[in-house]
């Protein structure tokens, strides 16, 4: 006498799967984005505590510090990282100051950009505004950058830190 057993499988929630796996990517690249920030800090610390330093310590730690510094050297492009500024600001529009100062306080290693940073950086928000990436308007006398996706008023970083807003749509 054969005997026939059915294997109950249990049923995958892909759902719940998926907004798991979602949520902890999330949950990541937040981590991620500190991490990097302090990372940069560091690598900042060190750079500046090097040249300030002796003959002898600089002597000491140079070839180290490259060595660990080169480690740790990560090469996102200056488009990624405005990108990020902006992923993290949705609502708000940055002025190319704003951006280099943003991308300064996550720690943005200018050191291998031979023009300066401001112009680096007010070609790429141009080319991202030309692809449709970004939308630009002028406000209170400046050209500002937002992110595509939201249609409704662009407000300046520094009138959003005052609590004011206004603009005029380009």
Do not use: C, W
């Not at 943005?108 to 030309?130: Q, V």
């Amino acid at each position: 006498m054969s005997h026939t057993m059915s294997h109950m499988v249990p049923e995958m929630n892909y759902a719940d799967m998926l907004s798991n796996a979602l949520n902890d990517l999330i949950n990541l690249n937040q981590k991620r984005k500190a991490l990097n920030a302090e990372i940069n800090k560091l690598k900042q610390f060190v750079e500046a505590t090097l040249a300030i330093a002796s003959v002898a310590v600089r002597d000491e730690f140079k070839d180290y510090a490259s060595e660990v510094l080169e480690a740790l050297s990560v090469n996102t492009s200056l488009a990624d990282s405005i990108r990020e500024v902006f992923d993290a600001n949705s609502e708000i529009g940055f002025s190319v100051a704003d951006v280099r100062r943003s991308l300064a306080e996550t720690g943005f290693d200018f050191t291998s950009y031979t023009s300066n940073p401001l112009s680096s950086i007010s070609t790429t928000l141009r080319r991202m505004a030309a692809s449709g990436e970004l939308r630009s308007a002028e406000i209170s006398g400046f050209k500002v950058y937002a992110k595509q996706a939201k249609r409704g008023k662009i407000r300046l970083l520094s009138e959003v830190r005052k609590g004011a807003a206004g603009a005029k749509q380009s």
